[in-house]
């Protein structure tokens, strides 16, 4: 089993930046796929960012894109979501997701919150972006 635990939120005001960080403990996620979701108050859980196992292929939601940058520590069993540019639409719950059925590739499987390639999810860590 795989335990996911978020860190890093905050209140920040737009234009600012934050890093998000997870950290999986209980087995080695270097093998793993993982993303981050967010989800807004009043609205569904949606993609935001993710990354292969290797780190040699990232995806990123267009509305992040430029701004978000996600990346891998996998000797700190670690994953990093780095927020430049912060707007009040960025304001949601930040979750980690993780998996090892790296067999699913390419966008359909990395960007979608059912996706079969995501069985371990974190408690989520609160970002507000205040005007």
């Known amino acids: 089993q795989v335990q996911l635990v978020e860190s890093g939120g905050g209140l920040v005001q737009a234009g600012g930046s934050l890093r998000l960080s997870c950290a999986a403990s209980g087995r080695t996620t270097s093998s793993y796929a993982m993303g981050w979701f967010r989800q807004a108050p009043g609205k569904e859980r949606e993609f935001v960012a993710a990354i292969t196992w290797g780190g040699g292929s990232t995806y990123y939601a267009d509305s992040v894109k430029g701004r978000f940058t996600i990346s891998r520590e996998n000797a700190k069993n670690t994953v990093y979501l780095q927020m430049n540019s912060l707007k009040p639409e960025d304001t949601a719950v930040y979750y980690c997701?993780?998996?090892?059925?790296?067999?699913?590739?390419?966008?359909?499987?990395?960007?979608?919150?059912?996706?079969?390639?995501?069985?371990?999810w974190g408690q989520g860590t609160q970002v507000t972006v205040s005007s």
């Open positions: 997701a993780a998996g090892p059925k790296t067999y699913y590739t390419g966008t359909y499987y990395y960007t979608r919150e059912d996706s079969p390639l995501y069985d371990y």
